[in-house]
């Protein structure tokens, strides 16, 4: 079984480690100076100085809060409301064939547009699963939009404060791919009809994206987005009922295991964002360090499942 977190925004916020906020016993790094937060693009998203306040706020956070405020349909005993039940034999590696697949240049990745409709092969031992994930992207409301410009450790500290954590990997894949383990939420051929992905590419003016006037940074990141409100893609929901996984916005996750050699270390990015990339559940972005921000970068949480 996978270890799972305890206290990340003690673990993280304070210590700033990979053995916090994975949750392994590692060898503490020194703690990075943090960016400077900025604001997501619509109104209404929660981010900016309110991310920083809530962030902040973490230790403060009164332990006999509801953590049941999120709205959605709800995940029964297991899960607070507006998290989804999940139980599955995760599988760490498998192997698909796939039937269309395409070189994107500018990105340097290979994209299969299309699968078998078949099950994976899996060559590792299966992993038992047991977790609570939102159904929605942070701040997991149905019509919502998903705020952006967050670090890894802000979306811990934003999890934390509801009494929640940022999904692992492995979790990530598994609420995606569902108990069939299709490579996309909705099946095994790419769509756009069902996802927020493949929107038209738009050059960043990055001097604006991460500008000191908020005025100026406002309006380039609100001329870059292309994220659609939570729900919004009705088809976007894999058959454990979560919604948005692949595209609109890239999402924070835990590594299963630490990458020495990746910028990532022990953050890792899902799903992709509304551009045409990688919009399946099981690649993964390691190339950012955990303290980056970008102008299509948000985060979901996940939970344990209460003891019953």
């Not at 940022?166 to 051929?189: H, I, M, N, Q, R």
């Not at 790419?190 to 006037?213: E, M, T």
């Not at 045409?276 to 970008?294: G, I, K, L, M, Q």
Request: proline share 7%.
């Amino acid at each position: 079984m996978l270890t799972r977190a305890r206290n990340l925004v003690s673990a993280c916020l304070l210590a700033g480690s990979a053995a916090a906020c994975a949750g392994r016993a590692l060898a503490p790094t020194p703690k990075a100076s943090a960016p400077r937060v900025v604001a997501a693009p619509s109104a209404g998203v929660r981010a900016g100085s309110d991310a920083v306040a809530a962030v902040t706020a973490v230790a403060d956070a009164d332990p006999n809060a509801d953590p049941n405020a999120d709205a959605g349909t709800g995940g029964g005993e297991a899960c607070a409301r507006g998290m989804v039940h999940v139980q599955f034999d995760y599988c760490p590696a498998v192997t698909r064939r796939c039937l269309d697949k395409e070189y994107d240049k500018p990105n340097h990745i290979t994209i299969c547009n299309r699968f078998a409709a078949e099950k994976p092969e899996c060559h590792a031992s299966r992993i038992p699963l047991d977790f609570c994930i939102d159904e929605y992207e942070y701040p997991n409301q149905l019509g919502a939009k998903p705020p952006v410009m967050l670090n890894f450790f802000e979306a811990t500290g934003l999890c934390a404060a509801v009494h929640k954590r940022l999904c692992y990997e492995s979790e990530w894949v598994t609420a995606c791919e569902g108990p069939d383990e299709k490579p996309f939420p909705y099946g095994y051929e790419r769509s756009s009809q069902h996802c927020n992905f493949d929107n038209r590419w738009v050059d960043p003016h990055l001097g604006l994206v991460y500008a000191k006037d908020p005025e100026l940074q406002q309006a380039e990141l609100a001329r870059l987005d292309r994220s659609v409100p939570s729900g919004q893609m009705t088809g976007c929901v894999s058959d454990f009922g979560v919604h948005d996984l692949t595209g609109n916005v890239d999402e924070w996750a835990l590594a299963d295991h630490d990458r020495p050699r990746e910028k990532a270390k022990f953050a890792a990015l899902k799903g992709g964002a509304w551009g045409h990339v990688r919009n399946a559940c099981r690649p993964v972005t390691t190339s950012h360090v955990p303290e980056f921000r970008y102008y299509f970068i948000g985060f979901r949480c996940c939970s344990d499942v209460a003891e019953r």
